[in-house]
């Protein structure tokens, strides 16, 4: 969540804007959460950044081009500057690279990169990217903030830490690593400096977050302001609530390994005993939207034409029936972590289901012993929410069988429900190699269908960002992966 | 000053116990601190690579004695790799705030308490005893997460004199002591009650009126001073306590004290902060106990001669 205040000082126009942890660092090279990630996106753009139908598009890079499946070539744009003033050039893009592929960075995200197999600079404006193999969503990955090459390298982390240096509309005025975080405007960004300068504040808590709004000193929110409190902040009236697609899905999983649940029919069952609709209207006040895949609707890979499980309790009673001849209750165990928000989703879910027969207990559990579990496989239904859902490839990490988490891979992967399925596995493989965004698109159009019949997991929701903006302030608005780029938009209508 | 050894030998024998058990502590906490930190979408180089540098393939044992070792060379850096913080320079950033805020807590508290305690004890069921019990009930009842709030409400938007949260000025620090202050302020006024009803009761204090002493020198110099002893325990303990990170009251005002720390180092799962912020509060708890054990000692003539 965030929120901005604008205030005058020293005669400069400044946004405040409120976060709800603080970044533990401003390079983007070593970032995990995603606080720190949209706060260095606005001081270190790449190559390319996410759109809003989940598209990598060109940013810093005029344009990119697959040559063959393994080289990708981007032109930068010309006349880029860092904010100091030097121009940004190709080798900086490869030194940024490969200091993220340098063990002695330390970077999380190394091991993610690793199929970059050579960067090279054939001129100051051409990047080339040879990988290892071939990976379609690789400007995706191509996103990571540009750095000059002479601060790569890792004896200078611990300054490009509080103090990174980039081409983006904002340059980092002042920050100790703990407190706010003051960016003033880089009158070098290659769009034009935006109006205002930004401090970066961090509220822990909801509730002193909207009074910090209500003082007026917060004038918007962005991002996870929790579904209850919509009706409340809609009856302000200075304030203006904004309701837009978000990158989170939730879903419910089912075991594979379950004699019950491998059965088709069970599944279907459930899908159709649950009420989705219900839960969007009731739990989060609107604030979300029916999912038929894990990509919502308006992503740009989602397949438009999907089977739809919609409630029809009769239908689901047959199902069961073929299932349990003597038609005796099927009682299942819901395992959901102790958020208070999901505990009462599930037992919505225990209510809907109890209409089609279906007895579910539920079993509310600490994140650490819940996660424990569902790798394991110690489970019979779950339910848990992927985010952020950007690239399709996701549908390999949910899906695969590869991904299914063993011993062996260090209890890692997302296909929790143990899935298991070679066509599938062939498609996203393919759909993985491929660099073309239609022959992509296609392809997982295919693995979405399969999904969506076999039913390895039933999407619930895709769950929406909610903004509120105070009236006055336009400009701003909500972004489905949470960046904050358009607050260079921002601007007071008179 | 053998007793002082003691005394510290003592001390720091129970912060070796406490950081032993919040080694364990953190041990036994289920789930892989590596998808706390890295997220469900990490590859598996990664994981073993973050599963290295945090020493998780280690035992427990190991983990605390790397954590010793590295806190006696006082260059502790956080345990996670991306995070670069030096442990004690935050510590040393954050505990000085909740030492003042617990300090201005107390006063606000002790200010309330101890005219609203007095007055009390003296008229027994009196209009002020029912208020004074009024205030302690309502004191002890209200949550601090409840009452942090309705305060700012009050003070920062509808009157519009102080900050919503924060410490960039001194008046920060207002709502936050109120809110503490308050339910220790009810705490403390039942204590001073009881304790100076139950002094006031005794044979030294009808001596004192039996010899025709002004009714104040008896209160305040015969009375009052030996119904401080049970109060001044209760002071060292509350003052520990509101050492150790008033963290609900530190996370609604956002105040940057100890308690937002740890509970940053919680989120962030970092290990090391969590383990130097439990030795942080088991030092201020020691020493404030020593100060108690002093102070009764210059209060009491009793412990004194022991001694």
Same mark, same amino acid.
């Given at each position: 969540?965030?929120?901005?205040?604008?205030?005058?000082?020293?005669g400069e126009?400044r946004?405040?804007?409120?976060?709800?942890?603080t970044?533990?660092?401003?390079d983007?090279?070593?970032a995990?959460?995603?606080n720190?990630?949209?706060?260095?996106?606005l001081?270190?753009?790449?190559?390319?950044?996410?759109?809003?139908?989940?598209?990598?598009v060109?940013?810093?890079a005029l344009?990119f081009?697959?040559?063959?499946?393994?080289?990708?070539?981007?032109q930068?744009?010309?006349g880029?500057?860092?904010s100091?003033?030097?121009?940004l050039?190709?080798k900086?893009v490869?030194?940024t690279f490969?200091?993220v592929?340098?063990p002695?960075l330390?970077s999380?995200h190394?091991?993610?990169?690793a199929y970059?197999?050579a960067?090279e600079?054939?001129?100051?404006r051409?990047?080339?990217?040879?990988?290892?193999e071939?990976?379609?969503a690789?400007p995706v990955?191509a996103?990571?903030?540009?750095?000059p090459?002479r601060l790569t390298?890792?004896?200078r982390r611990?300054?490009v830490?509080?103090?990174p240096?980039g081409?983006g509309?904002?340059v980092?005025?002042s920050?100790d690593g703990?407190?706010?975080i003051r960016l003033?405007?880089?009158?070098?960004?290659?769009?034009g400096?935006?109006?205002e300068a930004?401090t970066?504040?961090?509220?822990?808590?909801e509730?002193?977050r909207?009074?910090?709004?209500r003082k007026?000193r917060?004038q918007v929110?962005?991002?996870s302001?929790?579904p209850?409190?919509?009706?409340g902040l809609?009856s302000l009236d200075?304030?203006?609530v904004?309701?837009?697609?978000?990158?989170?899905?939730?879903y419910?999983?089912?075991n594979f390994?379950?004699?019950i649940?491998s059965?088709?029919?069970?599944r279907e069952?459930?899908?159709?005993?649950?009420d989705?609709e219900?839960?969007?209207?009731?739990?989060f006040k609107g604030?979300?939207?029916?999912?038929?895949?894990l990509l919502?609707?308006g992503?740009w890979a989602h397949a438009?034409?999907l089977p739809i499980?919609?409630?029809?309790?009769?239908?689901?009673?047959a199902?069961?029936?073929?299932?349990?001849?003597?038609?005796?209750?099927?009682r299942l165990?819901?395992?959901?972590s102790?958020d208070?928000?999901?505990?009462?989703?599930a037992?919505a879910?225990?209510?809907q289901?109890?209409?089609a027969?279906?007895?579910?207990?539920i079993q509310?559990?600490?994140?650490?012993?819940?996660?424990?579990?569902?790798?394991?496989?110690?489970?019979?239904?779950?339910?848990?929410?992927?985010?952020p859902?950007?690239?399709?490839?996701?549908?390999?990490l949910?899906y695969h069988s590869?991904?299914?988490?063993?011993?062996?891979?260090?209890?890692?992967g997302?296909?929790r429900?143990?899935?298991?399925n070679?066509?599938l596995?062939?498609?996203?493989?393919e759909a993985r190699?491929?660099?073309?965004?239609?022959e992509r698109?296609a392809l997982?159009?295919?693995?979405?269908?399969?999904?969506?019949k076999?039913?390895?997991?039933?999407?619930?929701l895709?769950?929406?960002?909610?903004?509120?903006?105070a009236?006055?302030l336009?400009?701003?608005?909500?972004d489905?992966?949470?960046?904050?780029r358009?607050l260079?938009?921002a601007?007071?209508a008179? | 000053?053998n007793?002082v050894l003691?005394?510290?030998?003592s001390?720091?024998?129970?912060?070796?116990?406490?950081?032993v058990?919040?080694?364990?502590?953190l041990d036994?906490?289920?789930?892989d601190?590596v998808?706390?930190?890295?997220?469900?979408?990490?590859?598996?180089?990664d994981?073993e690579a973050?599963?290295?540098?945090l020493?998780?393939?280690e035992?427990?044992?190991?983990?605390?004695?790397?954590?010793?070792?590295?806190?006696l060379?006082l260059d502790?850096?956080?345990?996670?790799?991306?995070?670069q913080?030096? !442990?004690?320079?935050r510590? &040393?950033?954050? #505990? %000085?705030?909740?030492? =003042? +805020?617990? /300090?201005?807590?107390?006063?606000? $508290?002790l200010t309330?308490?101890?005219?609203l305690?007095i007055a009390?004890a003296?008229?027994?069921?009196?209009?002020?005893?029912?208020?004074?019990?009024?205030f302690a009930?309502?004191?002890?009842?209200?949550?601090?997460i409840?009452?942090?709030?309705?305060l700012i409400?009050?003070?920062?938007i509808?009157l519009?004199?102080l900050p919503?949260?924060?410490?960039?000025?001194?008046?920060?620090l207002?709502?936050p002591?109120?809110?503490?202050?308050?339910?220790l302020?009810?705490f403390l006024?039942?204590?001073?009650r009881a304790s100076?009803l139950d002094?006031?009761?005794e044979d030294? !204090?009808r001596?004192?009126? &039996?010899?025709? #002493? %002004?009714?104040?020198? =008896? +209160?305040? /110099?015969?009375a009052?001073?030996? $119904?401080?002893?049970?109060?001044?325990t209760?002071?060292?303990?509350?003052?520990?306590?509101?050492l150790?990170?008033a963290?609900?009251t530190?996370?609604?005002?956002?105040?940057p004290?100890?308690?937002s720390?740890l509970?940053q180092a919680?989120?962030?799962r970092?290990?090391?902060?969590?383990?130097?912020?439990?030795l942080?509060?088991?030092f201020?708890?020691?020493?404030?106990?020593?100060l108690?054990?002093?102070?009764?000692?210059?209060v009491?003539?009793?412990?004194?001669e022991?001694n």
């Open positions: 969540m965030l929120a901005v205040s604008c205030s005058r000082e020293g126009d946004l405040t804007v409120a976060i709800e942890s970044p533990e660092t401003l983007r090279r070593m995990l959460s995603q720190a990630q949209r706060v260095a996106q001081v270190t753009p790449g190559l390319t950044r996410i759109d809003e139908d989940g598209r990598a060109a940013d810093l344009a081009e697959a040559v063959d499946d393994r080289t990708w070539i981007f930068l744009r010309p880029l500057f860092f100091d003033g030097s121009p050039r190709a900086d490869r030194a490969l200091s592929l340098d002695a330390g999380p190394r091991g993610g990169y970059i197999e960067v600079a054939p001129d100051e051409t990047v080339v990217f040879r990988l290892r071939p990976f379609g690789f990955d996103g990571l903030g540009v750095l090459a390298d890792p004896s611990d300054e830490r509080l103090r240096i081409a509309p904002y980092v005025e920050w703990e407190g706010e003033a405007p880089n009158e070098r960004y290659h769009l400096p935006p109006r930004l970066i504040r961090t509220v822990r808590d509730t002193t909207l009074l910090e709004l007026g917060v929110l962005l991002g302001v929790t209850a409190l919509l009706p809609r200075h304030l203006e904004t309701v837009a697609p978000g990158a989170g899905v939730s419910l999983m089912f390994d379950d004699p649940l059965r088709r029919e069970v069952a459930i899908a159709l005993a649950v989705r219900a839960l969007a209207a009731h739990k604030a979300a939207r029916v999912a038929h895949s919502r609707e992503h438009p034409d499980w919609k409630r029809d309790v009769q239908a689901a009673r199902r069961l029936a073929e299932v349990l001849p003597d038609g005796g209750p099927l165990t819901l395992k959901t102790t208070r928000f999901r505990r009462s989703i037992l879910l225990k209510a289901l109890a209409e027969g279906i007895e579910l207990s509310s559990l600490e994140w650490g012993t819940l996660m424990g579990d569902l790798k394991k496989g110690n489970f019979q239904l779950a339910t848990l929410k992927w985010t859902v950007i690239d399709p490839d996701i549908l390999r949910a590869a991904s299914i988490p063993t011993a062996e891979n260090g209890w890692g997302g296909n429900g143990r899935y298991r070679p066509e596995d062939r498609i996203l493989m190699h491929r660099s073309d965004p239609e698109r997982y159009a295919r693995a979405q269908h399969i999904v969506a076999d039913l390895p997991a039933l999407p619930l895709h769950e929406e960002s909610i903004g509120v903006i009236r006055g336009e400009g701003i608005r909500v489905p992966q949470g960046s904050l358009s260079v938009q601007r007071r008179e | 000053m007793r003691r005394k510290i030998a001390t720091l024998l129970a912060a070796a116990g406490a950081l058990l919040v080694s364990i502590f036994l906490v289920p789930g601190p998808d706390a930190i890295l997220g469900e979408q990490a590859m598996e180089a994981r973050l599963r290295q540098a020493h998780l393939d035992s427990v044992w190991v983990r605390t004695g790397i954590f010793v070792r590295d806190a060379s502790l850096r956080s345990s996670v790799p991306p995070f913080d030096r !442990v004690f320079d510590i &040393a950033q954050a #505990l %000085p705030r909740t030492a =003042v +805020l617990a /300090l201005t807590s107390l006063a606000f $508290a309330v308490a101890l005219p305690g009390a003296l008229r027994p069921r009196g209009p002020l005893d029912a208020l004074a019990s009024g009930v309502l004191g002890a009842a209200l949550p601090r409840w009452i942090g709030p309705l409400i009050l003070f920062a509808r519009d004199w919503v949260s924060g410490l960039d000025s001194a008046w920060g207002v709502l002591t109120a809110t503490l202050g308050l339910a302020a009810a006024a039942r204590m001073i100076l002094t006031l009761g030294f !204090v001596t004192a009126k &039996a010899k025709g #002493l %002004p009714p104040a020198r =008896v +209160l305040f /110099l015969h009052f001073p030996n $119904a401080l002893l049970p109060v001044l209760v002071v060292g303990l509350q003052l520990g306590a509101l150790g990170g963290v609900v530190e996370k609604v005002f956002d105040f004290g100890m308690g720390l509970l919680i989120d962030r970092d290990y090391n902060m969590v383990r130097a912020c439990v942080a509060f088991t201020s708890y020691l020493v404030v106990n020593l108690t054990d002093l102070a009764y000692q210059a009491d003539p009793r412990v004194r022991r």
